[in-house]
Each structure stands twice: as C-alpha cells, then as structure tokens.
C-alpha cells in the first residue's frame, strides 16, 4: 500500500468552505482523477484519508495537509495534477511526496498567520502589539459547545508583528487593496487550540484595538517549529529528503 501526502490551498471565496465541504469535494475529486484508493472496512467503506489540522473556517490558508492510501503506485507529481484538475480553482494541491517517514500530525506543531486588518492604522496596530507582547498573560472568551471558555493565550504566541506593505506575503488572502495593518502570527499548537480570532480578542483586551471590518486571516505555514530560531518548517521535507537518500544510496 502507497501512501502520498499532499498540501493544498483554501483562496480567495473558497476559505469559506467548511473542513466537511472540502471532504465531499476531495473525494469526488478522487473519483474523478481515477485514484486507486484503499478503503476501511465495515459496513460502510470509506478511503483511507487522514486530513491533520484543518483551518478554521473562513480563513484562507496555502499551507493544508492531507494524507491518502492508495492500492497501486502513482507518482506523486502526476498524482497531484490529476487532483488539482479536479478541484475548484481555490481548492488547490500544490505538493505531493510519497510518504517515507511516519508522524506527519506530529510535525505540526505551529503555524504562521497573517492578518490583514482593514481600517486599522499601523501605529495603532504596533501599539496593540507592544502591549500583547509585553504582557504576561492574555485572557480570552470563547465559545465552545460546553459553554463560554476561558483561557490564556499568551503562552502559545511565539511570534507577534507588524509588517510593512513591503513585507507582504504574496501568497496571503486579501480581499482589497485599502491600506491597513498587516500582522504577521507565529502559534504553537496547544490544547486549547489558540486561534488567529483569539490573538485578535486579546488585542483587543490588552489595547482595545477593534478593526471595523473582520480580519482577512491567511495560514501561510503549519510544520515543526524550531524553538532556537522561531521558523516553521516544512513538514513534507523529511519525506523529500528520506527519497533522495534512497534514490542516492
């Protein structure tokens, strides 16, 4: 049995896709690009996809992961085209590696956010984000299916700032071109989960700083963070670098 792990995008008005909207989606691509998928067992076979960490909905991302079975070889690069053919533009897999190493949810362990905060000016947005950084803790409400729940999300925040428009990433989500502050997110994976929303909700508290419009939210990387350097790397680059050692050996 093969199994290909692939990264996909949510862009532009498909971030509002629900994680169960983007299922049905990938498995009538699969039946469509002819993949030769392993099933479960049981009365009611499913394919063998493992999906790690999926983004909030209504938030765009360039970095989503997803792991399939298959019961005959493909190659991956061929793989990857055949799918994204199949999906709606927005929906897009952009990198497959067979899968050589195991572990690929555990290599998740922070993702890169920008925030696009319209209406917001930068001073105030530095301002805010002095503040966040600066305090020890950050208290934040949330609702959850047990009932409104609260936490502190400051531990899980390695890295918080402003960017200049020169500092954009090309890749992030934006939805207009009215200059705004831009805010760039490190977070740590953590139970309870710290979202880009929850980093917003303690701006608010630590500086009262209240965009007028919701925030454009792009994940632009998850992977293993390194806790020397603060970077976020790439969780497929074992995989990569476990085949290159087979194909040189």
Known sequence: ????????????????????????????????????????????????????????TGTGSEAEYLEIALTAAREPETLRALLDESLPAGLDIVDAVEARTSGLADRLTASVWELRLDGVDPVDAERAVQAFQAAESVEVQRMTKNGMRTFDARPAVVHLATL???????AADRPTDRPCAILRLVVRHVT?????????????????????????VTRLAQGLLDEETGAVTDPLAPDREAAEALTTA
Do not use: C, W
Request: glycine letters at 4%; zero cysteines; charged letters at 25%.
């Open 192 to 216: 309870p989960a710290v979202r880009p929303d929850d980093v917003l909700s303690g701006l608010r508290a630590v500086a009262d700083l209240a965009p007028p419009v919701p925030a454009a």
């Open 164 to 170: 200049r428009e020169t500092q954009q990433s090309e």
């Open 1 to 56: 049995m093969q199994r290909i792990r692939l990264r996909y995008t949510k862009r532009g008005r498909l971030r509002f896709t629900s994680h169960r909207d983007f299922q049905r989606a990938f498995e009538r691509a699969l039946r469509r690009a002819e993949v030769p998928m392993a099933y479960s067992a049981g009365f009611t076979p499913h394919p063998k996809v493992s999906y790690a960490n999926a983004a909030p």
